[in-house]
């Protein structure tokens, strides 16, 4: 295929998946605007790279791993930064979203917060899914495992069990 037409193959998929990929780095970022800049930078990267895939059926997984890894650069690059304490002023407001399975996630490494988050939030296959993290399908089955063990711990943690 020639590279104007990988190009249009590449944003008709930008197009059609963009909630799908707006979750997937929220799912990481927590944070609306931090999310809808990294689908734009992670466009951006897509398209000017276009020319770089291969076939028509590694478009979808080759467009996760850029916002995954798009997102992993942010939060990176917010690690490194030191920001002085501003209080929040009254009547402003907290963009960040407050859920107990998305605070959950954050126990989870990188790898296994991908694997989850596409796997229930995106509703993908197991064999999508190691294609996106360019894993074998019994590794991801593993770290899906073990990340949903993590999950339950994390979220069943602080109940109260009641014995008669």
Known sequence: MDSPQIQQMVEEELLSSYGSLYRLAYSYVKNEADAMDIVQESAYKAIKN????QKKSCIRTWLWRIVINTSLELLRKQQRETLAYTPIEQGQEDRYLDFDTLDALDILSEKERAVIVLRFFEDRKLQEIANALEENTNTVKSIL???????????????????P
């Open 50 to 53: 276009s020319s770089s895939v």
């Open 145 to 163: 495992y073990r990340s949903l063990k993590k999950l339950k711990a994390k979220l069943t943690e602080g109940e109260i069990c009641h014995e």
